[in-house]
Protein backbone atom coordinates (compact mmCIF):
# COMPACT_ATOMS: atom_id res chain seq x y z
CA UNK A 1 0.00 0.00 0.00
CA UNK A 2 1.55 3.26 -0.85
CA UNK A 3 1.45 6.22 1.28
CA UNK A 4 -1.36 8.59 0.81
CA UNK A 5 -0.54 12.32 0.71
CA UNK A 6 -2.93 15.77 -0.04
CA UNK A 7 -1.32 18.89 -0.54
CA UNK A 8 -3.57 21.65 -0.70
CA UNK A 9 -2.54 24.28 -2.80
CA UNK A 10 -4.10 27.88 -4.25
CA UNK A 11 -2.95 29.53 -7.44
CA UNK A 12 -3.97 32.27 -9.87
CA UNK A 13 -3.22 32.64 -13.44
CA UNK A 14 -4.02 35.91 -15.25
CA UNK A 15 -4.47 36.68 -18.57
CA UNK A 16 -5.51 39.82 -20.81
CA UNK A 17 -7.53 39.29 -24.29
CA UNK A 18 -7.83 41.68 -26.80
CA UNK A 19 -11.45 40.47 -27.21
CA UNK A 20 -14.09 41.40 -24.53
CA UNK A 21 -15.51 39.74 -22.18
CA UNK A 22 -18.66 38.54 -23.62
CA UNK A 23 -16.83 36.80 -26.17
CA UNK A 24 -14.45 35.52 -23.51
CA UNK A 25 -17.30 34.26 -21.94
CA UNK A 26 -18.49 32.78 -24.83
CA UNK A 27 -15.72 30.81 -25.70
CA UNK A 28 -16.07 29.06 -22.37
CA UNK A 29 -20.01 28.97 -23.16
CA UNK A 30 -20.09 27.61 -26.63
CA UNK A 31 -19.27 23.41 -26.72
CA UNK A 32 -17.52 23.87 -29.92
CA UNK A 33 -15.39 26.88 -29.00
CA UNK A 34 -14.03 25.72 -25.72
CA UNK A 35 -13.47 22.11 -27.30
CA UNK A 36 -10.74 24.07 -29.31
CA UNK A 37 -8.99 25.33 -26.57
CA UNK A 38 -9.74 23.59 -23.40
CA UNK A 39 -9.30 19.52 -24.77
CA UNK A 40 -7.46 19.92 -28.30
CA UNK A 41 -3.65 21.04 -28.43
CA UNK A 42 -0.32 20.42 -29.05
CA UNK A 43 0.39 16.77 -27.89
CA UNK A 44 -2.58 15.40 -26.87
CA UNK A 45 -5.87 13.89 -28.88
CA UNK A 46 -9.45 14.49 -27.50
CA UNK A 47 -11.05 10.67 -27.20
CA UNK A 48 -14.76 12.70 -25.65
CA UNK A 49 -15.76 15.91 -24.59
CA UNK A 50 -19.22 16.51 -23.15
CA UNK A 51 -21.05 19.98 -21.88
CA UNK A 52 -23.61 21.19 -20.30
CA UNK A 53 -23.11 24.80 -19.06
CA UNK A 54 -25.38 25.30 -17.00
CA UNK A 55 -25.55 25.43 -12.99
CA UNK A 56 -25.37 22.32 -11.83
CA UNK A 57 -24.33 20.85 -15.03
CA UNK A 58 -21.43 18.80 -15.98
CA UNK A 59 -18.60 18.39 -18.02
CA UNK A 60 -16.48 15.33 -19.28
CA UNK A 61 -13.43 15.38 -20.93
CA UNK A 62 -11.38 12.63 -21.87
CA UNK A 63 -8.15 12.92 -24.00
CA UNK A 64 -5.06 11.09 -24.37
CA UNK A 65 -1.53 12.58 -24.61
CA UNK A 66 0.28 11.84 -27.90
CA UNK A 67 3.76 12.84 -27.10
CA UNK A 68 5.27 11.65 -23.97
CA UNK A 69 7.49 14.39 -21.59
CA UNK A 70 10.43 13.25 -19.53
CA UNK A 71 8.56 12.74 -15.93
CA UNK A 72 5.02 12.98 -17.68
CA UNK A 73 2.86 10.58 -17.52
CA UNK A 74 3.51 8.09 -20.52
CA UNK A 75 2.82 8.17 -24.33
CA UNK A 76 -1.19 7.05 -24.70
CA UNK A 77 -2.30 7.28 -20.93
CA UNK A 78 -5.89 8.52 -20.85
CA UNK A 79 -6.84 12.14 -19.05
CA UNK A 80 -10.38 12.57 -17.48
CA UNK A 81 -11.67 15.74 -16.46
CA UNK A 82 -14.51 15.65 -14.85
CA UNK A 83 -16.23 18.78 -14.04
CA UNK A 84 -19.53 20.33 -12.44
CA UNK A 85 -20.55 23.99 -12.75
CA UNK A 86 -21.24 25.43 -9.30
CA UNK A 87 -21.81 29.40 -10.68
CA UNK A 88 -22.30 31.06 -13.89
CA UNK A 89 -23.08 35.31 -13.90
CA UNK A 90 -22.47 35.98 -17.71
CA UNK A 91 -19.57 37.66 -18.62
CA UNK A 92 -18.58 38.13 -15.30
CA UNK A 93 -17.99 34.76 -13.53
CA UNK A 94 -17.81 31.35 -14.06
CA UNK A 95 -17.36 28.16 -11.00
CA UNK A 96 -16.90 24.99 -11.54
CA UNK A 97 -15.70 22.07 -9.19
CA UNK A 98 -13.56 19.59 -11.33
CA UNK A 99 -11.68 16.43 -10.48
CA UNK A 100 -8.84 14.99 -12.64
CA UNK A 101 -7.98 11.27 -13.26
CA UNK A 102 -4.78 9.85 -15.28
CA UNK A 103 -5.09 6.46 -16.35
CA UNK A 104 -6.82 5.17 -13.30
CA UNK A 105 -5.52 7.39 -10.59
CA UNK A 106 -7.61 10.18 -9.32
CA UNK A 107 -4.85 12.95 -8.98
CA UNK A 108 -6.79 15.78 -7.67
CA UNK A 109 -10.06 17.61 -6.71
CA UNK A 110 -10.87 21.40 -7.45
CA UNK A 111 -12.84 24.12 -7.18
CA UNK A 112 -12.08 26.40 -10.21
CA UNK A 113 -13.23 30.73 -10.29
CA UNK A 114 -13.09 32.45 -13.59
CA UNK A 115 -13.81 36.00 -13.48
CA UNK A 116 -13.66 38.67 -16.21
CA UNK A 117 -13.26 41.99 -16.06
CA UNK A 118 -13.25 44.53 -18.62
CA UNK A 119 -9.66 45.70 -19.67
CA UNK A 120 -9.89 48.54 -22.10
CA UNK A 121 -11.29 47.33 -25.10
CA UNK A 122 -10.28 43.52 -24.30
CA UNK A 123 -10.65 41.39 -20.99
CA UNK A 124 -8.61 40.61 -17.86
CA UNK A 125 -9.52 36.90 -16.89
CA UNK A 126 -8.46 35.74 -13.33
CA UNK A 127 -7.97 32.06 -12.71
CA UNK A 128 -7.86 30.64 -9.40
CA UNK A 129 -8.08 27.02 -8.48
CA UNK A 130 -8.50 25.75 -5.05
CA UNK A 131 -7.22 22.17 -5.23
CA UNK A 132 -6.85 19.13 -3.07
CA UNK A 133 -3.74 17.33 -5.05
CA UNK A 134 -3.28 13.74 -4.17
CA UNK A 135 -0.41 11.11 -3.86
CA UNK A 136 0.69 10.74 -8.12
CA UNK A 137 -0.71 14.18 -8.72
CA UNK A 138 3.07 15.27 -8.03
CA UNK A 139 5.14 13.09 -10.27
CA UNK A 140 3.49 15.25 -13.54
CA UNK A 141 3.68 18.22 -11.92
CA UNK A 142 1.64 19.33 -14.28
CA UNK A 143 0.23 22.31 -12.56
CA UNK A 144 1.56 25.79 -11.29
CA UNK A 145 3.08 24.14 -8.36
CA UNK A 146 6.26 22.99 -10.07
CA UNK A 147 6.80 25.65 -12.01
CA UNK A 148 6.43 28.35 -9.64
CA UNK A 149 8.95 26.70 -6.49
CA UNK A 150 11.51 26.30 -9.03
CA UNK A 151 11.55 30.33 -10.38
CA UNK A 152 11.30 30.75 -6.63
CA UNK A 153 14.10 28.73 -5.96
CA UNK A 154 16.05 30.01 -9.11
CA UNK A 155 15.24 33.41 -7.60
CA UNK A 156 16.48 32.91 -3.92
CA UNK A 157 19.90 31.67 -5.55
CA UNK A 158 19.59 34.97 -7.97
CA UNK A 159 19.59 37.16 -4.94
CA UNK A 160 21.90 35.34 -2.71
CA UNK A 161 24.36 35.86 -5.38
CA UNK A 162 23.38 39.40 -6.28
CA UNK B 1 13.37 12.12 -3.80
CA UNK B 2 12.37 12.43 -7.69
CA UNK B 3 15.12 11.66 -10.25
CA UNK B 4 14.81 13.07 -13.32
CA UNK B 5 18.69 12.26 -13.86
CA UNK B 6 19.61 14.74 -17.16
CA UNK B 7 17.25 17.37 -15.70
CA UNK B 8 18.50 17.48 -12.58
CA UNK B 9 22.10 17.41 -13.57
CA UNK B 10 21.73 20.78 -15.81
CA UNK B 11 19.43 22.63 -12.59
CA UNK B 12 21.68 21.43 -10.07
CA UNK B 13 24.64 23.24 -12.45
CA UNK B 14 22.71 25.35 -12.71
CA UNK B 15 21.66 26.64 -9.18
CA UNK B 16 25.50 27.96 -8.13
CA UNK B 17 26.13 31.51 -8.68
CA UNK B 18 29.81 30.86 -9.82
CA UNK B 19 28.12 28.46 -12.40
CA UNK B 20 25.76 30.64 -13.74
CA UNK B 21 28.49 33.72 -13.82
CA UNK B 22 30.76 31.19 -16.20
CA UNK B 23 27.25 30.35 -18.11
CA UNK B 24 26.79 34.02 -18.79
CA UNK B 25 30.30 34.94 -19.36
CA UNK B 26 30.25 31.84 -22.07
CA UNK B 27 27.08 33.51 -23.71
CA UNK B 28 29.36 36.31 -25.19
CA UNK B 29 31.22 33.42 -27.26
CA UNK B 30 33.64 30.22 -26.59
CA UNK B 31 36.63 31.33 -23.86
CA UNK B 32 39.85 30.03 -23.03
CA UNK B 33 40.05 28.86 -19.48
CA UNK B 34 42.65 31.08 -18.35
CA UNK B 35 40.25 33.88 -19.87
CA UNK B 36 36.92 32.94 -18.52
CA UNK B 37 38.57 32.20 -15.02
CA UNK B 38 40.20 36.03 -14.81
CA UNK B 39 37.42 38.16 -13.15
CA UNK B 40 36.52 35.39 -10.97
CA UNK B 41 38.08 35.74 -7.26
CA UNK B 42 39.15 31.70 -6.76
CA UNK B 43 41.53 29.38 -8.25
CA UNK B 44 42.08 27.73 -11.51
CA UNK B 45 41.25 24.32 -10.17
CA UNK B 46 38.35 25.28 -8.89
CA UNK B 47 37.03 27.43 -11.43
CA UNK B 48 38.00 23.76 -13.58
CA UNK B 49 35.45 22.03 -10.79
CA UNK B 50 32.80 24.38 -12.08
CA UNK B 51 33.35 23.65 -15.60
CA UNK B 52 32.95 20.09 -14.95
CA UNK B 53 29.98 19.90 -13.34
CA UNK B 54 28.82 22.43 -16.15
CA UNK B 55 30.47 20.02 -18.73
CA UNK B 56 28.93 16.77 -17.01
CA UNK B 57 25.54 18.23 -17.36
CA UNK B 58 25.66 19.27 -21.19
CA UNK B 59 25.46 23.31 -20.59
CA UNK B 60 28.87 23.85 -21.62
CA UNK B 61 31.26 21.94 -23.78
CA UNK B 62 35.03 22.35 -23.38
CA UNK B 63 38.14 21.60 -26.10
CA UNK B 64 41.22 21.06 -25.81
CA UNK B 65 43.39 22.75 -28.75
CA UNK B 66 47.01 22.06 -28.18
CA UNK B 67 47.71 23.64 -24.96
CA UNK B 68 44.31 25.89 -24.73
CA UNK B 69 41.57 24.31 -23.49
CA UNK B 70 38.38 26.28 -25.09
CA UNK B 71 34.78 26.54 -23.16
CA UNK B 72 31.19 26.61 -24.92
CA UNK B 73 28.05 26.87 -24.60
CA UNK B 74 26.16 23.19 -25.25
CA UNK B 75 23.04 24.21 -25.88
CA UNK B 76 21.76 20.87 -25.03
CA UNK B 77 21.61 21.56 -21.99
CA UNK B 78 20.03 24.59 -21.62
CA UNK B 79 17.34 23.67 -23.92
CA UNK B 80 16.87 19.99 -21.61
CA UNK B 81 15.96 23.00 -18.86
CA UNK B 82 14.03 25.03 -20.86
CA UNK B 83 11.49 21.86 -21.93
CA UNK B 84 11.46 20.81 -18.11
CA UNK B 85 9.92 24.38 -17.34
CA UNK B 86 7.73 24.12 -20.37
CA UNK B 87 6.12 21.25 -19.87
CA UNK B 88 5.61 21.63 -16.21
CA UNK B 89 3.68 24.94 -17.02
CA UNK B 90 0.00 24.19 -15.40
CA UNK B 91 -2.11 22.64 -17.72
CA UNK B 92 -4.31 25.83 -17.21
CA UNK B 93 -1.51 28.19 -18.24
CA UNK B 94 -1.63 26.32 -21.60
CA UNK B 95 -5.22 26.08 -21.65
CA UNK B 96 -5.45 29.83 -20.87
CA UNK B 97 -3.05 30.82 -24.08
CA UNK B 98 -4.75 28.22 -25.94
CA UNK B 99 -7.74 30.56 -25.45
CA UNK B 100 -5.87 33.48 -26.50
CA UNK B 101 -5.18 31.75 -29.74
CA UNK B 102 -8.85 30.55 -30.39
CA UNK B 103 -9.92 33.69 -29.49
CA UNK B 104 -7.67 35.86 -32.24
CA UNK B 105 -8.13 32.97 -34.64
CA UNK B 106 -11.84 34.01 -34.69
CA UNK B 107 -10.96 37.18 -35.08
CA UNK B 108 -9.58 36.31 -38.70
CA UNK B 109 -12.57 34.48 -39.59
CA UNK B 110 -15.09 36.60 -41.35
CA UNK B 111 -18.34 35.90 -38.14
CA UNK B 112 -21.29 37.12 -38.01
CA UNK B 113 -21.07 40.04 -36.07
CA UNK B 114 -23.78 41.84 -34.61
CA UNK B 115 -25.44 44.48 -36.83
CA UNK B 116 -22.81 47.34 -36.63
CA UNK B 117 -24.66 50.34 -34.87
CA UNK B 118 -24.89 52.91 -36.66
CA UNK B 119 -24.05 56.39 -35.47
CA UNK B 120 -26.33 59.04 -35.39
CA UNK B 121 -25.40 61.79 -37.43
CA UNK B 122 -25.56 65.09 -35.38
Given at each position: MTETTVVHSTFTIERDYSAPPARVFAAFANRATKQRWFAEGKGSEVLEFMMEFRVGGREFTRFRHTGSAEGGPPKGTEIRNDTTYQDIVPDRRIVFAYTMTIGDKRISASLATVELRVSGSGAHLIF????????????????????????LKLDEDLRKSA | ?????????????????????????????????????????????????????LEQSGVIRTEKLGRVRTCRIDSGGLRLAERWIAERRSRWERRLDRLGEVLAEDDDQPQPTPPSKKRKRS
Open positions: TEQGAFFEGADGPKMREGGWRDLL | MLNNGPVDRVFHALAEPTRRAIVERLSAGPMSVSDLAQPFDMTLAAIVQHLQV
